[in-house]
């Protein structure tokens, strides 16, 4: 088949090895019990494992493309969108959820520039990454909090450099000033000042082990705000221009009131 494919003689025996290793992965379940769950979920699993790049990535879905419809005829296999999964083997920015979510704390740290301008002068920040990736927090608030903790550690730092910063002297009051330049100097709104405490608070109490006590600072303005909501109509109207996939993720979004990334890797 790969001949008649004109799948070139030198590639053939990879194609076959991707086949072995997905029968070998499902097994004991046959070919045509697959479901279509089984074939998703193997892609980004067996990417990790094999360390494959894009054009690796895009060879495996070729082959059990091949496998599972034109040779086993498995009914769940036509239910996969398999261009989708082609596409998404194109190299991805080691930031991308994608490849961070799978990498280790360390990785992470060193392949992303969030993480990387502070890595030498504060371990520190490893040590947070670390443990925000122990207790699986999603990755979106590991970014973030990794961030402020180094817009804090920048803003204790001698001359605005936190090279020289012992950390084990840092406390509440260092907090509080900086909450407090966040609402004067850089006018943030009350949601973003919220956001740095609540990294804050988790860089005293799970890595230094030093839980801050009450503080006293000035908190930012929360404006009035009437939230805006779409009518029923308008909800129908906007998922009726939808269709295929991006129809199924809003609906889905809509429906459950998951966050787009939980959406997206549920879709």
């Known amino acids: 088949m790969l001949e008649r494919e004109r799948v070139p003689a030198s590639a053939r025996r ?10 070998a992965a499902v097994r004991p379940k046959r070919l045509s019990e697959v ?34 419809i034109d040779l086993a005829q498995a009914a769940a296999a036509r ?5 989708h999964l ?3 083997g194109r190299e991805l920015e080691a930031t991308h959820p994608t490849r961070a979510a799978a990498m280790t704390p360390d990785a992470a740290v060193e392949a992303s520039p969030i993480y990387a301008r502070s890595t030498v002068t504060q371990p ?36 605005g450099s936190d090279e020289s910063l ?4 840092l406390g509440a009051a260092d907090v509080e000033r900086f909450l407090a330049h966040l609402a004067t100097a850089r006018n943030v709104s009350a949601s ?42 308008e909800v129908r109207a906007l998922l009726a221009a939808l269709s295929d996939t991006p129809q199924l993720l809003a609906r889905l979004l809509y429906g459950t009131g998951m966050r787009l990334m939980e959406g997206g890797a549920a879709v």
Request: net charge positive; proline share 4%.
């Open 14 to 23: 990879w194609y076959v090895q991707r086949a072995e290793d997905f029968v």
């Open 79 to 83: 239910a996969v969108d398999w261009e």
């Open 124 to 159: 520190l920040l490893k040590r947070l990454a670390m443990t925000l990736r122990a207790e699986r927090y999603a990755l979106r608030t590991e970014q973030t909090y990794v961030d402020w903790c180094h817009r804090f550690l920048q803003f204790c730092g001698t001359g």
């Open 192 to 233: 973003t000042q919220n956001q740095a405490l609540n990294a804050l608070v988790y860089l005293f109490r799970r890595v230094l082990r030093r839980p801050l006590d009450e503080m006293q600072f000035r908190r930012a303005q929360r404006p009035p705000r009437v939230p805006v909501v779409l009518t029923r109509d």
């Open 166 to 169: 012992n950390t084990d002297a």
């Open 86 to 88: 082609r596409e998404s």
């Open 35 to 68: 479901s279509t769950e089984d074939i998703t979920a193997f892609f980004p699993r067996y990417a990790r494992e094999k360390r494959l790049n894009d054009w690796q990535f895009r060879q495996t879905v070729d082959a059990l493309q091949l496998l599972l």
